[in-house]
């Protein structure tokens, strides 16, 4: 019992630290993380904070990694309320724009997108993005003459551009844009399927 609180404490205090800086990063940017603007925000010392985390910069890393695995968790709700293939990876790759449109920016994100929770995040983001690409491929609703790995990487980093767009309008005209690329084309019944050949190799 007293392990079971001890652990419940810790995990309110880490959750109280990471929260205040998520809201620190929305309202002033990641600059405004410091320790003595945590201590303030979420009502918990310093001296308690520096228990949990070594500095503010660890925090960060903490909040966007929170971050990162609450945004596929929404993308996977997201497919799953979709009543086919097509409309699942229209809703996904929508929802992922918009996601990346709330992102920081600037030099301090970019050094959170290179740490290696980054990396794993991707690679989960990708994994389940070529689920939905290849179930929409196998629909007929997206193009089968270009491999599955090739049409999510073209579709991550295309809609990754999305953190530096602030009109809602310029965001959906950059989702139909990616979504009009992916189209099958009248002519691809004659050309070879490179997703049955990969799954082949």
């Given amino acids: 019992m007293w392990r079971d609180t001890v652990d419940a404490h810790r995990l309110a205090v880490r959750k109280a630290v990471v929260d205040a800086a998520g809201s620190l990063v929305r309202e002033?940017?990641?600059?405004?993380?410091?320790?003595?603007?945590l201590a303030d925000r979420a009502g918990i010392g310093r001296a308690t904070i520096y228990k949990y985390f070594p500095d503010a910069a660890s925090v960060l890393l903490a909040w966007h990694s929170d971050q990162l695995h609450r945004?596929?968790?929404?993308?996977?709700?997201v497919r799953n309320q979709a009543s086919d293939p097509g409309q699942a990876l229209r809703l996904v790759l929508a929802s992922y724009a918009g996601l990346s449109s709330a992102q920081p920016v600037?030099?301090?994100?970019?050094?959170?997108?290179?740490?290696?929770h980054a990396a794993e995040a991707v690679d989960e983001l990708r994994t389940f993005l070529s689920d939905v690409m290849l179930a929409a491929v196998s629909s007929?609703?997206?193009?089968?003459?270009?491999?599955?790995?090739?049409l999510v990487r073209y579709c991550v980093h295309a809609l990754g551009a999305?953190?530096?767009?602030?009109?809602?309008?310029?965001?959906?005209?950059?989702?139909?844009?990616?979504?009009?690329a992916l189209r099958p084309s009248p002519r691809e019944a004659q050309t070879p399927d490179l997703h049955s050949r990969a799954a082949g190799d």
Avoid at 71 to 77: A, K, P, Q, S, T
């Fill in 106 to 116: 600037g030099e301090l994100a970019a050094a959170l997108h290179r740490g290696s």
């Fill in 71 to 77: 945004h596929l968790d929404r993308l996977v709700e």
């Fill in 162 to 180: 999305a953190g530096d767009v602030a009109s809602p309008d310029v965001l959906d005209r950059l989702v139909q844009l990616v979504l009009t």
């Fill in 140 to 150: 007929g609703a997206v193009r089968a003459d270009v491999p599955t790995d090739e």
């Fill in 28 to 37: 002033a940017g990641p600059g405004a993380v410091t320790m003595s603007n």
